[in-house]
């Protein structure tokens, strides 16, 4: 599958980097100064929003594009998780967090967040 997502990604301009973590690792809330696109390869991560706000629940397939500035934290599921990720300049995606679940399969957005 992993093929399949960065070729994808790819086709969208994007340059896919990947990274992988173990079970229950975990992220402190943070942002960036560049818009993120995350897509799980394989494995399950959760990213939430400014702490006590929304959770966004990942799965091989997966995709969430943060914008800039939008704080985050995050918790690795039980059999660890595997992402690729690309950068684009701040203010590329102009409509928020956007989870789009089921991504590799559907171009269908599943839940749009505001910032």
């Known amino acids: 599958m992993t093929r399949d997502l960065v070729d994808r ?3 969208e301009g994007l340059t896919p980097t990947s990274w992988s973590n173990g079970p229950g690792d975990r992220y402190a809330a943070h942002g960036h100064d560049y818009d993120k696109v995350l897509v799980v390869a394989s494995g399950s991560i959760v990213f939430e929003s400014a702490p006590g706000s929304r959770a966004y629940r990942m799965t091989a397939g997966d995709r969430l ?3 800039a500035g939008h704080e985050h ?13 690309a950068h684009l300049p701040s203010g590329s995606l102009a409509r928020g967090v956007v989870h ?4 590799a399969q559907s ?6 967040g505001s910032v």
């Open 107 to 112: 171009s269908e957005v599943e839940d749009v």
């Open 9 to 11: 990604l790819v086709a």
């Open 100 to 103: 789009h679940v089921g991504w």
């Open 65 to 67: 594009d943060l914008p």
């Open 73 to 85: 934290s995050a918790v690795v599921g039980d059999r660890g998780v595997i992402c690729l990720e």
